[in-house]
């Protein structure tokens, strides 16, 4: 059976909470311009990676550790389209020399990963002065341990409060940090989604019909997954919103 992450990345499907709205924001607050050189951690299909690029002209390399993913990524490239460039890469052994970027990007994807590992990676490869985003979700109120196994079991994700995020930045070396939690709307999500999404909206479900109908693997990962959205926990999404965190080094 294919687990969360796989199901999207078989089809291509790459999202973050918040939508753009969130990601404007980080690139505000890290104060991005065209002469960053900036890391995307977990750059999925590439459509949030080469916006980051044409809103801010900053040069961009993406990492995804699908590799499937990074092959949707570069297909999506202009040929004349050199300020972005995608690999295959871990978040929590990145290869990159210290003191690289001007900036790291990452957004509802540090919360997948051994946090201490990747939050020190990202402090690493950092050149001094540089700045650290993360659109990450995050607990607004506590949650039962029904919502939280949920969160665990079905999606892999290991959600924080907003106290334990700062933390990680602070015990990781980041200084100036600033950070804002927001509740979920599903609307804007829905939104954020489509605009996010809409170059490559035919072409993901394409793929997924092809999939569903042809790979029996991947239709009963699919009614797996359509089963227990249906059955998600009571008032689950009154309990977690997303949190914008910078850092400096």
């Given at each position: 059976m294919y687990d969360y992450f796989e199901i999207q990345?078989?089809?291509?499907?790459?999202?973050?909470?918040?939508?753009?709205?969130?990601?404007?924001?980080?690139?505000?607050?890290?104060?991005?311009d065209n002469l960053d050189y900036v890391l995307v951690v977990g750059s999925g299909n590439g459509v949030s990676a080469i916006k980051i690029h044409e809103m801010t002209g900053c040069t961009v390399v993406g990492i995804d550790l699908s590799e499937d993913m990074v092959l949707m990524a570069r297909e999506k490239l202009k040929s004349s389209e050199t300020g972005v460039e995608f690999i295959v890469g871990n978040a929590e052994n990145l290869e990159f020399d210290n003191n690289t970027f001007d900036v790291v990007i990452s957004e509802s994807v540090t919360g997948f990963t051994d946090k201490t590992k990747s939050i020190l990676e990202y402090h690493r490869v950092l050149k001094d002065g540089g700045f650290l985003g993360l659109n990450e979700v995050t607990w607004i109120s506590n949650p039962s341990h029904e919502i939280d196994e949920y969160c665990r079991s079905v999606m892999g994700l290991m959600a924080e409060t907003e106290e334990v995020w700062l933390s990680l930045l602070m015990?990781?070396?980041?200084?100036?940090?600033?950070?804002?939690?927001?509740?979920?709307s599903q609307w804007k999500q829905m939104r954020g989604d489509f605009e996010l999404?809409?170059?490559?909206?035919?072409?993901?479900?394409?793929?997924?019909?092809?999939?569903?109908?042809?790979?029996?693997?991947?239709?009963?990962?699919?009614?797996?997954?359509a089963w227990e959205a249906i059955h998600i926990p009571k008032g689950f999404n009154h309990y977690y919103g997303y949190g914008l965190y910078v850092g400096q080094k």
């Open positions: 990345a078989k089809i291509g499907i790459t999202k973050h909470i918040g939508g753009l709205e969130a990601t404007r924001k980080l690139l505000k607050w890290c104060k991005v015990e990781a070396g980041f200084k100036n940090i600033n950070s804002s939690v927001n509740r979920m999404q809409s170059m490559d909206f035919f072409k993901i479900w394409g793929r997924f019909f092809n999939l569903y109908f042809h790979e029996t693997e991947y239709r009963k990962s699919a009614n797996r997954l």
